[in-house]
């Protein structure tokens, strides 16, 4: 009796550890429906260790093409629980929302490499005064979404500006107290190859 009183402790605590919230969303593409969890780990009073888990889902089959995990240990409490917290720029799903703090969402839908397909941005941390950073996939030729590295790890947050004409994406990352950096990148259709172009200090009144 206590061994079993003692697996039902167990269990519980470590259920309500790992046990986190589910979102499904039907009206961000037009071609998938996308659901994410999110479950949280407490390392300490500041820090969780968290593991997102987006599942790619075939509108037509309902079967799921793919899994993507993100892992992060600085995610505020409402991310991946507030389930509205979405943009998408395929159905036009909160595209006209205030992204505060450059928070777009925890999930964004949108075409980053003008290819008039749809790509995934998924939040990765909360960020501190310059807002959240995210990890970008875009999709290849076998409609699988792979990471884009330069997106990821030299972009990191979600661009203000997304211009096709001109194969340009702007990010807008506060600087200071009265200025924010604006930053161009440019792909290079030919090579398929990313680059910074230029960075400027804007006064934040402009």
């Not at 780990?41 to 889902?57: G, L, R």
């Not at 008039?116 to 005064?129: P, R, V």
């Amino acid at each position: 009796m206590i061994n079993k009183i003692k697996f039902i402790i167990a269990f519980t605590c470590f259920y309500s550890i790992l046990h986190g919230q589910e979102c499904y969303h039907k009206d961000l593409s037009n071609v998938y429906d996308i659901n994410s969890k999110i479950q949280r780990v407490k390392i300490n009073q500041y820090m969780d260790s968290c593991i997102i888990t987006v599942a790619v889902i075939e509108k037509m089959t309902k079967d799921t093409s793919q899994r993507i995990n993100v892992t992060s240990n600085y995610l505020f409490d409402e991310c991946f629980t507030n389930c509205e917290s979405v943009r998408s720029f395929t159905t036009k799903i909160n595209l006209d929302s205030l992204a505060v703090d450059n928070d777009y969402g925890d999930l964004i839908i949108a075409d980053f490499n003008f290819d008039g397909i749809e790509d995934l941005a998924i939040k990765n941390n909360s960020g501190g005064n310059g807002g959240p950073t995210y990890d970008f996939y875009t999709q290849n030729a076998r409609k699988k979404f792979v990471i884009n590295k330069f997106l990821t790890q030299k972009v990191r947050k979600f661009p203000a500006v997304i211009n096709k004409s001109d194969y340009t994406l702007i990010t807008n990352v506060h600087a200071n107290a009265y200025q924010y950096c604006s930053t161009i990148y440019k792909l290079n259709k030919i090579s398929n190859k990313w680059k910074e172009m230029k960075s400027i200090l804007v006064d934040a009144d402009k």
